[in-house]
């Protein structure tokens, strides 16, 4: 007599979505607080249109993130956001666990089909410029220079740098 199987769920990664989401709360608050700071981010984010929403998602049911633009500022506006301008999403938990962890730059997961887009791409192609500044700011060196294609040009990396981790992230400041 054959035995019968079900269909067999996949669980949870649940270590891999807890970093995530702590990745994606440094991310925004970190991208909130640089863009006060910032020149090069500044200026990127004022070419936004007010009230700009912008999401990053792993899919298909994982953390995400949101920013929108109000008041001339951008805000990290936690998880949930769903209607947004811009989508960014991860395919699923291991593409997001390689780019959020710095083990693979967003160049690449794109060109590797981990990353999917909705909306405009010219304002993508904007905030991953932003998120070069961020990331030189949050990473040293030799661990940016394997994320991004160019080291972006910042001043005072190390005072920058302090003022993020220390205010920047904490208080979102």
Same mark, same amino acid.
Request: aromatic share 10%.
């Given at each position: 007599? %054959?035995?019968?199987?079900?269909?067999?769920?996949?669980? !949870?990664?649940?270590?891999?979505?807890? /970093?995530? $989401?702590?990745?994606?709360? /440094? =991310?925004? !608050?970190?991208?909130?607080?640089?863009?006060r700071?910032?020149?090069?981010? &500044? $200026?990127? /984010?004022?070419?936004?249109?007010?009230?700009? &929403? =912008?999401?990053m998602?792993?899919?298909?049911?994982? %953390?995400?993130?949101? #920013?929108?633009?109000?008041?001339?500022?951008?805000?990290?506006?936690?998880?949930?956001?769903?209607?947004?301008?811009?989508?960014? $999403?991860?395919? +699923?938990?291991?593409?997001?666990? =390689?780019?959020?962890?710095?083990? *693979?730059?967003?160049?690449?997961?794109?060109?590797? +089909?981990?990353?999917? #887009?909705?909306g405009?791409?010219?304002?993508?192609?904007?905030f991953?410029?932003?998120?070069? !500044?961020? #990331?030189?700011? *949050?990473?040293?060196?030799?661990?940016? +220079?394997? #994320?991004?294609?160019?080291? %972006?040009?910042?001043? $005072?990396?190390?005072?920058? &740098?302090?003022? =993020?981790?220390?205010?920047?992230? %904490?208080?979102?400041?």
């Amino acid at each position: 007599m %054959p035995r019968e199987y079900g269909p067999v769920k996949p669980g !949870r990664k649940w270590l891999k979505e807890g /970093v995530a $989401r702590i990745v994606f709360f /440094v =991310l925004g !608050r970190a991208f909130q607080s640089a863009a006060r700071m910032d020149e090069g981010i &500044r $200026r990127e /984010v004022a070419q936004w249109e007010e009230g700009f &929403r =912008l999401a990053m998602r792993i899919l298909p049911d994982g %953390p995400s993130m949101g #920013l929108t633009k109000r008041d001339g500022r951008i805000r990290y506006v936690g998880e949930g956001s769903v209607d947004a301008d811009l989508v960014i $999403r991860f395919k +699923n938990i291991e593409s997001a666990f =390689l780019v959020l962890t710095p083990q *693979m730059g967003s160049a690449r997961a794109f060109a590797e +089909n981990r990353i999917g #887009l909705v909306g405009d791409v010219a304002r993508s192609m904007s905030f991953v410029r932003c998120l070069d !500044r961020l #990331l030189a700011y *949050m990473y040293p060196a030799f661990i940016c +220079n394997r #994320l991004v294609k160019r080291m %972006p040009q910042i001043k $005072r990396p190390f005072r920058r &740098r302090l003022y =993020l981790y220390v205010l920047g992230i %904490p208080f979102g400041i």
